[in-house]
Structure formats: structure tokens, C-alpha cells
């Protein structure tokens, strides 16, 4: 039995099916802990597969090579060192289980599998796997180490069984994606879990880009008391060395790195930085394209993309037409001047006129009003595809979410795209993030310090230019009234008479209801994007697109 522990925690950034490529983040962790002298090195969830692996765990195949990778990490703990507590997935009865190996002596010593299995939001794990039986603890080294895996942590019973089937301290892998509000809700269920058992925790977070989700990191300690020991940075891959020591009253952990967190605009925006990156980069892509309006989406996705890949990745290109103002000339001039992006004009009056007149046999004059809106949208999207097929970087697509919610978007025009990196921003977050960026520079971004995104892009009236002297409220409520519906009606599915009586008219409020119901299929066509709010299209939203009910009606 020891009353001395290192345990070394191991926030890093897996990728989803690298069973190798991950082994070796894991060995390579392994070998700096050993240089700390740690004793255990523990990561998070499903950390060997990525996290979340969703239908690769339905492959047999896949279940029995995560095993070997797992078997052939456990055999190098045989030459001593640190033991590894490594989540994977494991081989099942029925289906495979979500798993964490603890690895020590050159063997796979033991096994605990995850019991509460989530089913909501951006969760479907009950469809993959089989859950656990209630734990006890695994014996290391003389310690019982309760290891509840992450949404075990969510409800009482797993831990409670642990405390009263002799864990002496928590270990938590996770994967738990960012949002907004993610952070503080995180830590009021550890001090939940720790005020109920009595025992110190460990909460393990991965950190990176998968698909539409964010993992932020910011794992931390809190001691049995529910004070914080120590917080980790967030949007950093890190290895921090706890030191453990058993007194009294039982395992405590020494005050350790308390580092300061970054929340609101700031965090919107390393989310998005984050979440561009790392689809850029873990699927091969060299670099990205994307119109340059003179807007504030496009500005600001540039901004992003230059933060997140280098101003030589990321090509911009002008594409105007007769309605696009010298103003927004300027503006994409001035801001891919800023950024030190490649930038390009194209004008598309060939190709638009050359449709018109295509049409004009089908049409009665080629296309009017919202279809010569459209075409314009269309030809710059076509020509922005064609850059990205002819060069192989990725197209990326700057609708927000205010647009996206309403259908104030064009299917085959700018919706084009591989991935959107403020899909889900709404237009006053947009806004929030451009000011937040031309004053401070995010964590390892990499573009310029200072104002990359002109001032008169941010203040200057929206606008699609897709006709003479046109804005967004046009067609739109302010964005500040739409914006607050909106949350309303998808975060918080609040009823139509609470929303009014916030202070909206019930007509406004009733345009946008249909504006948000009649666009779902634009939505299930659009580029994937980064999750930054409790409820993103897609993943956390699922409504049918033909659907006849309608609120107050029976």
C-alpha cells in the first residue's frame, strides 16, 4: 500500500479511427509522465478510437483492432513505468462497451465499463453500445480508484455505488463537448458527485476538433472538500503531474496549476478557430477557399480561417456583379489586405448574363426577382467549387445561424461548402466575435494582431447585394429582435405567447415561426459547422421538413 501518488493527466486531442496514430500520442505522453516520475497516466474518454467513434463501433473489425492496440500499449507497461488508464471500446455480449483499461505489468489488469450510456442532444450511445453493470473500484497499488465515465458522473447512482464499495478517489474520463455553457455546469455536477461521496475527483477532458463538435479541455481537480486543486488550460493539449497523498481523512491532492479560463465571445471564437483547424487538418485538406464579400460573415470567417490555418492556406476571392457596391469592393479589399491573404477578383457578369440568356427560351426574359437573386448566388458558388476542385482546398461556407434558422440562404449558391466554422453564431454573436477579434488574438491563433476586420464592415447596414440599394431587414426583423426569437423558439422551444410577451409583436413573431419551420430543408443540405450554443442544426436538431403542425392550432 502507498500513501504517495503521481498521477499524470493526459489532455490531448485523439482523431476519430487513428488506432495508431493515437497509440503513439498516448506513448509519447506515457514517456513524458515517466520523465515526471508519475505513476498512472490516465485519459479520456474513448481515447484510442477518438471520441465519438458513432457507427465505427458497429464494425467488428474495428472493435478487434482497438483491442490489439490496447493489448500491445498494456505489454509495454511490463518494462515498468507508468501504469495507463486508457478509455476504448471493448468487445460486448450483445453490443461492445465503452470502456476504460487500466494497463500495468504488461497486461490489461482490469476493466470498467461505462454505465449511463447518454441518448440526447448530440448523444446516441445507447444505440451502439451496452452499458455496464454497477462498479467497484480497481485496485492500484494498494488504492481503490472509483472510474465513473463521464456521463456516470451525470446522476448519482454510479458513483454512490462506488463510495460505498470502498473507492477511495474519482477518476472521470471524458468527452465532453463545448458549448457556451458547457464549463459551469461541468464543475456544479463533479462538486455535486464530491459533496455526495465524500471523495476527491479527477476530470479528465480531451480537447479538439470532431466533425461539428468542440472539445475544449479544461479538465481539473477538485479535492474531497470540493475545493479546486487544480484547473488546466482550455483549447491547449497539456499534461498536467498531480501530486496525491493519503492522510486522515483520505486522498488529498496538492494545490497545482490554477489556470484562468476564457468564456464568452472569446470562447465562441476559439471554437470556431479550433473546430476549422482540425477538420482542415485531420482530414488533408491544404488549405481553404471562400468568398470574400465585404460582408461581416465572410470577413469574419476569414479572419477565423487565417487564426486557424496561416494566411498562406486560406484563399479569398471577390466575385461581383453589378449590385455589389464600391463599398464592399473596399471593405474585401481592405480586409484580405489585413489578414495577408491571397486574394482574387472574379466578376461574374459573363456567366450570370450567359444563364439569363439561356433561360430566356424557358423563362420569358431569363429570370426575375428571387430567381435572378439566386442565379447570382448560384455562379459564385459554382466558380468557388470549381477553385476548390481545381486546387483541392476546401470551400468554406459563412452563413450564420440567424440566416440558417430563417432560410435566408441560397441551396447550390452560398450555401456551398465543406464546412461552416460560425454556423452555429447567430448574426449579434457574429458581430460580438468580429469585435472580440480586432481587439485580442486567440489561443495559438495564427494570423495578425490588430484590426483584421474593417470597422466599417462591423457598422455598415447588412446587405446580400443581390439587388439595387438592398438590406437584410428588408425581409428581416432587426437582428436583435430576431435573434432573441430565435433562441427562444430552438434552444428553449418556448411557446409562441411567452415569446410575445418578451416584448416581440405577435406578427413578427409569427413570421419568423414559419421562417424557421418552412427552411428545414435548406438546413438538411447544408455544410457541417462548428456546435457552439445548447442546440446546433443538425446533431441536436430533428424535425421532419414535410410537417403540417402548426402551434395554437388543433
Same mark, same amino acid.
Given at each position: 500500500m502507498?500513501?504517495?501518488?503521481r498521477?499524470a493527466l493526459?489532455?490531448?486531442?485523439?482523431?476519430?479511427g487513428?488506432?495508431?496514430?493515437?497509440?503513439?500520442?498516448?506513448?509519447?505522453?506515457r514517456?513524458q509522465a515517466?520523465?515526471a516520475?508519475?505513476?498512472?497516466?490516465?485519459?479520456?474518454e474513448?481515447f484510442i478510437?477518438?471520441?465519438?467513434?458513432e457507427?465505427?463501433?458497429?464494425?467488428p473489425?474495428?472493435?478487434?483492432a482497438?483491442r490489439r492496440?490496447?493489448?500491445e500499449?498494456?505489454?509495454e507497461?511490463?518494462?515498468?513505468g507508468?501504469?495507463m488508464?486508457?478509455?476504448?471500446p471493448?468487445p460486448g455480449?450483445?453490443?461492445?462497451h465503452?470502456?476504460?483499461a487500466?494497463?500495468e505489468g504488461?497486461?490489461?489488469?482490469?476493466v470498467r465499463?461505462k454505465?449511463e450510456?447518454?441518448n440526447y442532444?448530440?448523444f446516441?450511445e445507447?444505440?451502439i453500445?451496452?452499458?455496464g453493470?454497477?462498479?467497484?473500484?480497481?485496485?492500484?497499488?494498494?488504492?481503490r480508484?472509483?472510474?465513473p465515465?463521464c456521463?456516470?458522473i451525470w446522476?448519482?447512482d454510479?458513483?454512490e455505488?462506488?463510495a460505498?464499495?470502498g473507492?477511495?478517489l474519482?477518476?472521470?474520463?471524458n468527452g465532453s463537448?463545448?458549448?457556451l455553457?458547457?464549463r459551469?455546469?461541468?464543475?456544479?455536477?463533479?462538486?455535486a458527485?464530491?459533496a455526495?461521496?465524500?471523495?476527491?475527483?479527477? +476530470?479528465v477532458n480531451?480537447?479538439?476538433?470532431?466533425?461539428?463538435?468542440? &472539445?475544449d479541455? !479544461?479538465?481539473?481537480? @477538485?479535492?474531497a *472538500? $470540493?475545493?479546486?486543486?487544480?484547473q488546466m488550460?482550455?483549447?491547449r493539449?497539456?499534461?498536467?503531474?498531480t501530486?496525491?497523498?493519503r492522510?486522515?481523512?483520505?486522498?488529498?491532492?496538492a494545490p497545482?496549476?490554477?489556470?484562468v479560463?476564457?468564456?464568452?465571445?472569446?470562447?465562441?471564437?476559439?471554437?470556431?478557430v479550433?473546430?476549422?483547424?482540425?477538420?482542415?487538418?485531420?482530414?488533408?485538406f491544404p488549405?481553404?477557399?471562400?468568398?470574400l464579400s465585404?460582408?461581416?460573415?465572410?470577413a469574419?470567417?476569414?479572419?477565423?480561417?487565417?487564426d486557424?490555418?496561416?494566411?498562406?492556406?486560406v484563399?479569398?476571392i471577390?466575385?461581383?456583379y453589378?449590385y455589389?457596391s464600391?463599398a464592399?469592393?473596399?471593405d474585401a479589399?481592405a480586409?484580405?489586405?489585413?489578414l495577408?491573404v491571397? +486574394?482574387?477578383?472574379?466578376?461574374?457578369?459573363?456567366p450570370v448574363e450567359? &444563364?439569363?440568356? !439561356?433561360?430566356?427560351? @424557358?423563362?420569358d *426574359? $431569363?429570370?426575375?426577382?428571387?430567381?435572378?437573386e439566386n442565379?447570382q448566388?448560384?455562379?459564385?458558388?459554382?466558380?468557388l467549387?470549381?477553385v476548390?476542385?481545381?486546387t483541392g482546398a476546401?470551400l468554406?461556407?459563412?452563413?450564420n445561424k440567424?440566416?440558417m434558422?430563417?432560410?435566408?440562404?441560397?441551396?447550390y449558391?452560398?450555401?456551398?461548402?465543406?464546412f461552416?466554422?460560425?454556423?452555429?453564431l447567430y448574426?449579434t454573436?457574429?458581430y460580438?466575435a468580429?469585435?472580440?477579434r480586432?481587439?485580442n488574438?486567440?489561443?495559438?491563433?495564427l494570423?495578425?494582431a490588430?484590426?483584421?476586420i474593417?470597422?466599417?464592415?462591423?457598422?455598415?447596414?447588412p446587405?446580400?447585394?443581390?439587388?439595387?440599394?438592398?438590406?437584410d431587414?428588408d425581409?428581416?426583423?432587426?437582428y436583435?429582435?430576431?435573434?432573441d426569437?430565435l433562441?427562444?423558439?430552438?434552444?428553449h422551444e418556448?411557446?409562441?405567447?411567452e415569446i410575445?410577451a418578451?416584448?416581440?409583436g405577435d406578427?413578427?413573431?409569427r413570421?419568423v415561426?414559419?421562417?424557421?419551420r418552412?427552411?428545414?430543408?435548406k438546413r438538411?443540405q447544408?455544410?457541417p459547422?462548428?456546435k457552439?450554443t445548447?442546440?446546433?442544426?443538425?446533431?441536436?436538431?430533428?424535425?421532419?421538413?414535410?410537417n403540417?403542425f402548426?402551434e395554437?392550432q388543433?
Open positions: 502507498t500513501d504517495h501518488l498521477i493526459a489532455q490531448l486531442n485523439p482523431t476519430v487513428d488506432l495508431k496514430g493515437n497509440a503513439e500520442r498516448a506513448r509519447s505522453a514517456a515517466a520523465e516520475g508519475a505513476d498512472l497516466i490516465c485519459f479520456s474513448l478510437c477518438g471520441y465519438p467513434p457507427d465505427l463501433i458497429l464494425k473489425a474495428f472493435i478487434d482497438a492496440t490496447v493489448e500499449l498494456a505489454a507497461t511490463g518494462a515498468g507508468p501504469a488508464l486508457i478509455g476504448t471493448w455480449e450483445d453490443k461492445p465503452n470502456t476504460v487500466l494497463l504488461g497486461e490489461v489488469r482490469d465499463h454505465v450510456l447518454p442532444g448530440v446516441d445507447k444505440r453500445f451496452s452499458p453493470e454497477m462498479p467497484g473500484p480497481m485496485s492500484f497499488r494498494g488504492v480508484l472509483g472510474v465515465v456521463e456516470d446522476i448519482e454510479v458513483c455505488c462506488l460505498e464499495t473507492a477511495e474519482l477518476i472521470v474520463p463537448p463545448f458549448t455553457t458547457k459551469e455546469t461541468r464543475q456544479n455536477v463533479a462538486v458527485r464530491v455526495e461521496s465524500g471523495l476527491p475527483l479527477v +476530470y480531451q480537447i479538439g476538433g470532431q466533425d461539428e463538435l468542440v &472539445f479541455g !479544461a479538465s481539473f481537480v @477538485l479535492n *472538500g $470540493g475545493a479546486l486543486a487544480t488550460q482550455d483549447w493539449e497539456q499534461i498536467a503531474i501530486e496525491w497523498q492522510k486522515p481523512e483520505g486522498w488529498t491532492c497545482g496549476e490554477k489556470a479560463l476564457i468564456e464568452g465571445d472569446a470562447a465562441a471564437y476559439q471554437a470556431c479550433l473546430g476549422l483547424r482540425d477538420y482542415v487538418e485531420k482530414n488533408g488549405g481553404v477557399v471562400l468568398g465585404g460582408g461581416i460573415d465572410s469574419l470567417s476569414a479572419a477565423i480561417a487565417v486557424a490555418l496561416g494566411a498562406s492556406r484563399h479569398c471577390m466575385l461581383p453589378k455589389t464600391e464592399s469592393l473596399s479589399a480586409c484580405a489586405e489585413a495577408g491571397r +486574394y482574387d477578383t472574379v466578376p461574374i457578369a459573363g450567359g &444563364f439569363i440568356s !439561356a433561360l430566356d427560351p @424557358l423563362l *426574359g $431569363g429570370g426575375h426577382g428571387v430567381t435572378l442565379l448566388s448560384r455562379t459564385r458558388g459554382t466558380i467549387m470549381a476548390s476542385n481545381e476546401m468554406v461556407t459563412t452563413g440567424s440566416e434558422s430563417v432560410g435566408y440562404a441560397t441551396l449558391g452560398d450555401m456551398n461548402g465543406g461552416n466554422p460560425i454556423k452555429d448574426k454573436q457574429v460580438a468580429a469585435r472580440w480586432n481587439a488574438q486567440p489561443i495559438e491563433g494570423g495578425p490588430g484590426e483584421v474593417p470597422e466599417h464592415i462591423i457598422t455598415k447596414a446587405s446580400a447585394e443581390l439587388k439595387a440599394d438592398q438590406t431587414q425581409t428581416l426583423p432587426p436583435d429582435a430576431l435573434d426569437i433562441r427562444c423558439k430552438i434552444e418556448m411557446p409562441h405567447d410575445v418578451r416584448g416581440h406578427n413578427i413573431v413570421q415561426e414559419n421562417m424557421l418552412i427552411a428545414e430543408y438538411r447544408s455544410a459547422g462548428v457552439i445548447e442546440r446546433v442544426f443538425g446533431r441536436d436538431w430533428r424535425y421532419p421538413i414535410t403540417k402548426r395554437g388543433s
